[in-house]
């Protein structure tokens, strides 16, 4: 039933991202990336990940758009590659066999939603069962990100923060 | 039942093609910033569809609840800068 269903989107993710990469103008290939992503969000969502695909619907569909588009209009809108065509024989070839040889390593991954792979076993079931116990939330996300791995989130908080304030202060040097 | 919310987020699928066509082909960017809006109002609907189909509503509505909100954000900022810049 799943699998019905993310045929089409999965074809229409194929199809954005060609898109994407192959029309010259860049101000359409951003909006083609924008719609890409949610088709990606929406496939996220078909896989029971919502908190991934809101991430991606919000990130990929509705911020990076506008950054792509504040910088494109600072910068030239047209494509100009500096290597058109030399290495277009070599990705034909190359790039089908490093799908192959990934759908091949994907054969061993366990199956969607197995209650018996390690990822379930091992430490999950703690965090299930202990969680509302340990820390009185009833999300259990909320409890793993904020609580479990409290500091872990901290020094990622930390590390954003620093790259917004580099930015920031690079950018506020040029408008002087 | 079933089937029937299955085809419809199937012909829902097919009607964004509609609009990815706009988007793609568009001649000016007023046509795409509409196309990509189009898609993302379907993108709503089929977010419901899908929580109907698994038959957890009530989590999808918030979902897509929230990606309204931020779709009508993204739009704002693309005319905004649109406006700063002028006709691109």
Redesign the interface.
Known sequence: ?TF??EV??LI?LI??AA?AIL?KDL??AV??L??YS?FL??VW??L?A?DV??VE??VG???A??FF??TL?RTA?KDTRLYPSSYRGAALIGLPLLGFLILYAANDLPKFGDPASPASVHVSPVYLENSLHDTRTPNVVTSVLMDYRALDTLIETVVIFTAGIACALLLGRSRE | M?FFF?FV??AL??L??VY?YR??Q?PT?YD??L??NG??TK?II??VL?GT??ERVD??VD?ST??AL??L??AL??AK?LEQ?GS?
């Open positions: 039933m019905s269903f089409p989107l229409l199809l954005t898109g029309v101000v359409p909006f083609i924008g719609s949610f969000a929406l969502a078909c029971g919502v695909a809101f619907a919000v569909a509705g911020l758009t506008v588009l504040l209009f809108q | 079933k299955l987020l199937i699928a097919v964004i093609l990815l988007v793609v568009g960017i795409r910033v196309g990509l898609i993302s993108a089929l977010l899908i189909v698994y989590m999808f979902i929230g990606y931020l779709n954000v993204g900022a693309i800068f810049r691109v």
